[in-house]
């Protein structure tokens, strides 16, 4: 068993709220340039273990997140904010099947 | 002739060897097969499961946002976000990993620490305990997801490779060796035959000679 951190980025309410409890690293990035910044900060700590990053986020670095997805650990996942999902999760998933299958099929 | 493989010698030995080789690659490629199809399903089970994570992690995110929305009204924003960045809680990821069809997947959990007294509870309203309780079930359920997802990227890196293994074999390794043992088969039989007519000659010149 090895203890790993969890990092979040994304913004102000949703680093609030897992900072609450006691997700211990985060970033509020405002630039695309912030954001793959922070992300590469993230994925370079080899005591990571999972990088939450909100979808409105993500989706302004969509080629660094799919290429950083295909390494095991960190874990790389996007979560909906305030304003609920907009689907960009589909777009690593829709990789992946792509990927694996061969053809791409609607999740 | 390039699809031979090179250094063969045309014996009876290095036939019965080839053959026996082919069988092997045709028994492999038929275990392989049977893996890649399983993997396949799994990854759609995976999948599927993906999407109730997702709604369910989307429904309890949504709860701890309104409840993060309600403790900002109590507060003010500015000591909420005070009173997050002092949380005492602690988060911790355990990741350990598990075997699926020899696919090394990871378990993931989450191990939350709340002491008894997380933060000043006369300066805080219940609008803030109710945020954290809200917030500490929604990392939960996105752990979970965590783990199905990266579940989900491994079998699929597993599928590839199968995939790629199985079409080596299918068109590259298995007809390679059926063309050289059939190379072997005919060269022998070549030399079966001029021997054959060796000794013909042979005998031709000695009742020749009587």
Same mark, same amino acid.
């Given at each position: 068993m090895v203890s790993d951190k969890i990092a979040v980025i994304g913004d102000r309410d949703t680093v609030t709220g897992f900072r609450m409890v006691g997700v211990s690293q985060s970033a509020v990035p405002k630039t695309p340039g912030q954001i793959q910044e922070s992300l590469m900060r993230f994925f370079r700590d080899p005591s990571m273990g999972l990088i939450l990053i909100t979808e409105p986020l993500a989706e302004q670095i969509e080629d660094t997140i799919l290429e950083l997805s295909a390494a095991p650990v960190p874990v790389i996942l996007l979560i909906p904010n305030r304003d609920g999902t907009t689907g960009t999760y589909e777009i690593v998933l829709r990789e992946l099947i792509r990927k694996a299958v061969g053809i791409e099929i609607n999740i | 002739m390039s699809d031979i493989l090179p250094g063969t010698k045309t014996t009876r030995m290095e036939l019965l060897s080839l053959r026996k080789?082919?069988? +092997? #690659?045709?028994?492999?490629?038929? +275990? +392989?097969k049977e893996k890649r199809d399983s993997l396949i399903m799994e990854f759609f089970n995976a999948i599927a499961e993906i999407k109730e994570t997702r709604e369910h992690v989307e429904t309890a995110l949504k709860d701890a946002f309104s409840s993060l929305t309600q403790a900002k009204m109590i507060m003010g924003p500015a000591r909420v976000v005070e009173f997050a960045y002092a949380s005492r809680?602690? #988060?911790? +990821?355990?990741?350990?990993?598990?075997?699926?069809m020899g696919v090394r997947v990871p378990v993931l959990s989450v191990e939350q620490h709340f002491p008894k007294i997380p933060y000043s509870l006369p300066d805080s309203s219940t609008k803030l305990d109710t945020m954290s309780e809200k917030f500490a079930e929604a990392l939960k359920a996105i752990v979970r997801l965590a783990e199905i997802e990266s579940t989900v990227k491994r079998l699929a890196l597993e599928i590839e490779r199968t995939k790629r293994r199985v079409s080596a074999l299918e068109t590259i390794v298995i007809p390679r060796l059926e063309r050289t043992a059939q190379y072997v088969k005919l060269a022998l039989e070549e030399r079966e035959r001029e021997d054959f007519y060796r000794i013909k000659m042979v005998k031709e010149q000695i009742s020749d000679e009587l």
């Open positions: - | 080789r082919k069988k +092997l #690659a045709e028994r492999g490629h038929d +275990l +392989l809680v602690e #988060a911790n +990821l355990n990741i350990s990993t598990r075997l699926i």
